[in-house]
């Protein structure tokens, strides 16, 4: 059975950056069978995929383009984890995050953290 | 981009009532060499993530009940609740994965009426 646990603040200030971790047990973050997703979730954006890692060979990253640039997704293999960071935060950033994995096989999200409410405010 | 859209955003269905949900994609979201549709709905209940309840548009999840069907291809999509159950209350939503900028619709929650 895969668990995703998050972990990170809950409050940032405007300007800084938004940091979250993604630990993953019952599978590997840099194995075959998945990828491994960031979302957020606000009234005004509902749910919106921020981007991925997976590997396969080697490591691919893809972000959503409204938050290219200002994004990074890094795996952590000696934690078995990933993580997220969003730069230059704004009152619009704050939202529910969720970590996910994407299934390759059967091509669903299948497992998600359980959400960090992530508030930027000073 | 893939826009995908529900309706209606919100719904009130009696107890042992039947609930639908449509969808529409922006774009087809057939995929011809497979003949797939890219198309999931998940539940999402207050302060949880969202759970799987469909994917391949009509393929239940492992351990979703069979009163949750769903059906559609192309463009248009539908989630049916055969049975209303006191446990369905929820937001509901549909994602397209044809394009891996995964886009999901605003949401439809269901009450009970």
């Known amino acids: 059975q895969v668990q995703l646990q998050q972990s990170g603040p809950g409050l940032v200030k405007p300007s800084q950056t938004l940091s979250l971790t993604c630990a993953i047990s019952?599978?590997?973050?840099?194995?075959?069978?998945?990828?491994w997703n960031w979302f957020r979730q606000s009234p005004s954006r509902g749910l919106e995929w921020l981007g991925r890692?997976?590997?396969?060979?080697?490591?691919?990253?893809d972000y959503a383009v409204s938050v290219k640039g200002r994004i990074t997704i890094n795996p952590d293999t000696s934690r078995n984890q990933f993580s997220l960071e969003v730069n230059s935060v704004t009152p619009a950033d704050t939202a529910v995050y969720y970590c996910?994995?994407?299934?390759?096989?059967?091509?669903?999200?299948?497992?998600w953290g359980q959400g960090t409410q992530v508030i930027v405010s000073s | 981009d893939f826009v995908v859209t529900q309706s209606p955003d919100s719904l009130a269905v009696s107890l042992g009532e039947r609930a639908t949900i449509n969808c529409k994609s922006s774009?087809?979201?057939?995929?011809?060499?497979?003949?797939?549709?890219?198309l999931a709905w998940y539940q999402q209940k207050p302060g949880q993530p969202p759970k799987l309840l469909i994917h391949?548009?009509?393929v239940r999840a492992s351990g979703v009940p069979d009163r949750f069907s769903g059906s559609g291809s192309g463009t248009d999509f539908t989630l049916t609740i055969s049975s209303l159950q006191a446990e369905d209350v929820a937001v509901y939503y549909c994602?397209?994965?044809?394009?891996?900028?995964?886009?999901f619709g605003q949401g439809t929650k269901l009450e009970i009426k």
């Open positions: 391949w548009a009509s």
């Open positions: 994602q397209q994965y044809y394009s891996t900028a995964y886009t």
């Open positions: 890692t997976y590997y396969s060979s080697r490591w691919f990253t």
């Open positions: 996910a994995r994407w299934g390759w096989e059967l091509q669903t999200f299948d497992y």
């Open positions: 774009l087809s979201l057939l995929y011809n060499s497979n003949n797939k549709n890219y």
């Open positions: 019952g599978d590997s973050v840099s194995g075959k069978s998945a990828a």
